[in-house]
């Protein structure tokens, strides 16, 4: 059973930086791709960025492209989410998620492990 534990949310003004980190434990990962999703209040969750630990390669939200950075440490079998000029509607609960052999990365379907989120505030 693959554990993801996320960290590093917290409340922030606008144009200020975050960056989340999950940490995952009890499995392989050299197949998985590594995901962030975000769920604001009254929302559905949304795609935010992936990275496949296979060969690195990134994928982001229009919305977020240019101001977030996701990557990865493989020692530690950690990914990071990087968010830089925050923006009040960046505001969520953030979730890290794993999966196996992914085809789509921008659906919450295609991923089978999830942490328990962490929250980001971002004041105007």
């Known amino acids: 059973q693959v554990q993801l534990v996320e960290s590093g949310g917290g409340l922030v003004q606008a144009g200020g930086s975050l960056r989340l980190s999950c940490a995952a434990s009890?499995?392989?990962?050299?197949?998985?791709?590594m995901g962030w999703f975000r769920q604001a209040p009254g929302k559905e969750r949304e795609f935010v960025a992936a990275?496949?630990?296979?060969?690195?390669?990134?994928y982001y939200a229009d919305s977020v492209k240019g101001r977030f950075t996701i990557s990865r440490d493989n020692a530690k079998n950690t990914v990071f989410l990087q968010m830089n000029d925050l923006k009040p509607e960046d505001t969520a609960v953030y979730y890290c998620a794993a999966g196996r052999m992914i085809v789509v990365v921008t659906t919450t379907r295609s991923y089978d492990y999830w942490g328990q989120g962490t929250q980001v505030t971002v004041s105007s």
């Open positions: 990275i496949r630990w296979s060969d690195g390669s990134t």
């Open positions: 009890k499995g392989t990962f050299s197949t998985y791709t």
